[in-house]
């Protein structure tokens, strides 16, 4: 008896489950997720060789060789003895120098018009979910109605007003210095990204708004609101200090699925013409550019389709992953 109880103790104390951080148990569920983790590799790649395209580059993305177009893939320049590795355009630029720069701007317009809408909509749902009432309905018909309005001929038509009158909206001269140093482009140039980013933010708001109006609605009637209320915290800082950030695992798992379809959207408006003008590179109007000569040269759309559909890919299964590693249900399975 006598050593068993002494055993007691021991069993118990083995019999304690460690205790985890919520950080650890996120990436451990992020990383059950093989294709997530495969992805956030191959993004993570894809960035580091924009970040770094200076350095990776044999040639300007503008630079053009007269009289060597169409080159082949690993064609060795006979003028200065540079290799063109995917070969060179229409014009004889090269097509490596020119989609590394183009993922810089691609991938940045992206990213910040993803965050851009995530910041509005979050706002706007926030106000809309906590304050309920007229300005709910006045808030939520109003992004009701315009998400019956077919997406892409509204950015088409707002991609060709803003871009024939760039100065319509006043953009501060330090970021449009800040985005011409950081993309390599000149500050005209810079203006048309700045206005791609708006017209994609336009729209992107509002799946995010009425996402977070739903949380903020299940949110607002819980004891820690009330007890804020009580103590006389303000409105405003309720809800950015309680209401956005508990909504924030839904809004992460949207706006890295989101970036798949602005990826997407930008290449789309650049290949209809109506985004980022040549001589500035993107992935939408080097696919645009192929149109023509694709049946002579077949491997040509595959160069800029590629990335597209990598990044795309990519994005998509990280936004499950993250969907499956913030997803509450799931400490049950632990």
Known sequence: MAA???ALPVLETEAMPVEQSQLRLI???F???RLAVVSSAVLVF???LAGAVRSLVPYDATEIEVGNSFAAPFTVSPKDGRTHYLGTDHLGRDYWSRILYAARISLTIAVVSVIGATAVGALVGALSGYFGGALDDILMRFVEFLLTIP???ILLILSSILLQSPKA??????IINGLSGFMYISALEARQVVMIMLVLMSLGWLGIARLTRGVVLSLKTMNFVEAARASGVSTTRIILRHMIPNAFAP???SASLGLADYVISEAALSFLGFGIQDPTPTWGNMLSFTES??????WLPLIPGLPIFICALAFNYVGDGLRDALDARMRSLE
């Open 46 to 48: 894809i960035f580091l």
């Open 293 to 298: 000569y694709m049946f002579e040269h077949p």
């Open 251 to 253: 809004l992460v798992v």
């Open 31 to 33: 990383a059950r997720h």
């Open 169 to 174: 909206v006043p953009v501060p001269d330090f």
């Open 151 to 153: 997406t892409l001929p």
């Open 4 to 6: 068993t109880a002494e």
């Open 27 to 29: 990436l451990r569920r």
